[in-house]
């Protein structure tokens, strides 16, 4: 098998797989207990936590754990007071849009490079405004957003308003589900407010998450209960899973700048081997992330002829593929209905091989080229 779809889901890894391992068995107290063997058990938890905040520049009393990135983003919106007082980038994953529409919010452009429209952005900003959402790699094309720059745009605002006396919030929050293990992050540096974090995309397991907050965001819990992570998400902690998400991070660090490397040469071998195809995400990108378009081709047809080879990619999103949608970020950066259909994603990680990428190259090739062929026989 040659998987090149890690954007939708990695393996967890050995070492962290074995890290969790006594967490399900021997070590399965309950932290809030009061013996001993809990109270060790709480105190490995806060240490896990520690390390994935750690990854970040931040402390491990700035993290809520939750149940995944999506159940992160959601929380992140509970710190708007007002209906409508939302901006979001338009590309972000349905996680944020769907929330974001919900409450109101309203979408901020990208520019067809993918990266955000900071006209558009610092045009939409009100008095009104109290969180802007921009995800730091978006999911499909693996764009990067300048979090710096708007950060700064915030800051100017923000003293705008002091100066005028308007007291309103103005929170930044970034999803960086895919950024993780590709991106050197610092909270501070990037001037967030709010950060989503997730295991399962940095090779920890799925079902586990974080959302960084600062001083100045204040939260309310989705759900009702025992009052774990400060009150706001309660229910037992998934040690477990938290124990294996800070292996995780900890790898993720130790493997960035090799891992980046590694990725920016496979993605140069792929896109020098591969024929007939148009780059999508040709600047601004993760190092792992390969969009292609293949005019007049079905990809999703290409997806399935791939799979009876053994190659796992993607049309786009996982989950807007099987819902049978057209990617709406394919279609915010200004591709036609025929682009979307014929838009491959590829995304490099650490089960694949350099020989595996001159292999999959010459099977893609050859796919597409009797994909071509059929094509050509079906319209005489
Ligand atoms: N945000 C982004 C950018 C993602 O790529 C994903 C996963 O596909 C999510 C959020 C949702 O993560 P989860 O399904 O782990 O809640």
């Known amino acids: 098998m040659i998987y090149l779809d890690h954007a939708a889901a990695t393996p967890v890894a050995p070492k962290v797989k074995e890290a969790m391992e006594p967490y399900f068995t021997d070590d399965f107290f309950n932290p809030s207990a009061a013996y001993l063997p809990a109270k060790k058990v709480a105190s490995e938890y806060e240490a896990a936590k520690a390390t994935i905040a750690h990854a970040i520049g931040a402390k ?7 149940a995944g990135a999506t159940e992160a983003n959601n929380l992140a919106f509970t710190s708007v007071n007002k209906n409508g007082a939302i901006l979001y980038l338009e590309t972000e994953h349905d996680s944020v849009r769907a929330v974001a529409k ?4 309203k979408p901020i452009k990208v520019l067809p490079n993918g990266l955000i429209d900071l006209n558009d952005l610092k045009s939409k900003i009100t008095d009104q405004t109290e969180l802007i959402s921009v995800a730091l790699a978006n999911n499909e094309l693996g764009t990067v957003q300048p979090l710096a720059e708007i950060a700064s745009i915030i800051r100017e605002t923000k003293l705008n308003r002091m100066k005028r006396g308007v007291k309103t919030q103005l929170l930044l929050h970034s999803d960086a589900s895919q950024a993780l293990n590709l991106l050197d992050i610092s909270v501070a540096r990037l001037g967030v407010d709010l950060l989503t974090i997730n295991s399962a995309k940095i090779y920890g397991p799925k079902g586990v998450g974080a959302l960084y907050v600062s001083h100045d965001a204040k939260l309310h819990p989705l759900v009702a209960g025992g009052g774990q992570e400060k009150g706001l998400r309660s229910g037992t902690e998934n040690v477990p899973g938290v124990i294996g998400f800070a292996k995780a991070t900890e790898l993720a660090k130790g493997h960035l700048n090799g891992n980046r490397k590694k990725y920016t040469t496979w993605r140069k071998i792929l896109l020098a081997e591969l024929k007939d195809y148009e780059l999508i995400n040709r600047k601004h990108s993760l190092d792992n992330f390969i969009v292609l378009c293949y005019n007049g081709i079905d990809a ?12 796992f990619v993607a049309t786009g999103a996982a989950c807007a593929a099987s819902k049978g949608v057209r990617s709406h970020v394919l279609k915010a950066i ?7 259909a014929g838009s491959l994603r590829i995304t490099l990680g650490e089960t694949n091989t350099e020989e595996q990428i001159h292999k999959a190259a010459d099977i893609i090739n050859e796919t597409i080229k009797n994909e071509y062929k059929r094509i050509k026989a079906l319209s005489h």
């Open 60 to 66: 491990a009393s700035d993290l809520i754990i939750t």
């Open 102 to 105: 919900n409450l109101g919010g």
């Open 300 to 311: 999703e047809r290409l997806v399935f002829l791939l799979e009876e080879k053994d190659i």
């Open 334 to 340: 200004g591709l036609t209905d025929e682009q979307i």
